[in-house]
């Protein structure tokens, strides 16, 4: 909680509890599905909730704006960001049936009131959205084929309505076919932690 608490404190008394009990819930859970890898669960503040809410660092969701989270898993980013943005609602998409049954399991144990879960593959979800937020899916130029179509154009954010994906590394080569209106925003210029310095969120207009 602390690491959280760092950047994005204060929390409702609500959202606290919320965010706290993340901890034993992905613990209890990932005992039985692996929805995070083994090593990587007792850093889950950092690498995954943290990670997730590195989005509002770079864009404020307007109250009754839909986000699409694309290939959620067991519900990153989208559970993290739906705790911070309680107005805005979350359809948590992945096709992995025992991955969405666990970020099920956990929005209705802490009483998130703005997410709903499909278990379906990319290509077949009809909802419109704002904005599709994903973690690590598969390539953007893939990716962005599959999600176009969900995207509803214009917007009145401070970004034009588009993806925004978190990535790592060198991302020269997969953002070329995307062209010049992809933006990209180093991570390690909002956090001080080591494992930001590679962390990146790429904004794709629609």
Not at 13 to 38: H, K, T
Not at 74 to 101: Q, T
Not at 104 to 125: A, P, S, Y
Not at 156 to 170: R, V, Y
Request: hydrophobic share 45%; glycine share 8%; net charge neutral.
């Amino acid at each position: 909680m602390q690491i959280i608490e760092k950047y994005f404190a204060p929390f409702s008394a609500q959202q606290a509890d919320q965010f706290s009990q993340l901890g034993p819930l992905y613990s209890f859970w990932n005992q039985r599905i692996n929805v995070i890898s083994r090593k990587d669960i007792e850093h889950l503040y950092l690498h995954h909730v943290l990670h997730s809410l590195s989005v509002a660092r770079i864009i404020d969701f307007n109250p009754g704006s839909v986000i699409i989270d694309a290939g959620t898993g067991g519900g990153f980013p989208g559970i993290p960001l739906a705790i911070l943005f309680p107005e805005v609602h979350y359809i948590l998409v992945d096709s992995i049936a025992k991955k969405i049954r666990v970020a099920d399991t956990i929005i209705h144990e802490i009483g998130l009131k703005n997410c709903e879960v499909r278990n379906l593959r990319l290509e077949e979800l009809k909802e419109k959205a704002d904005f599709v937020v994903c973690r690590a899916v598969t390539e953007i130029p893939v990716l962005f084929g599959w999600i176009r179509k969900n995207i509803v154009p214009g917007g009145t954010h401070s970004l034009i309505n588009g993806l925004l994906a978190l990535k790592g590394g060198d991302l020269e080569a997969e953002l070329k076919p995307m062209g010049s209106g992809v933006k990209t925003f180093n991570l390690s210029d909002y956090f001080n932690e080591e494992f930001f310095e590679t962390k990146k969120l790429v904004h794709v207009p629609r």
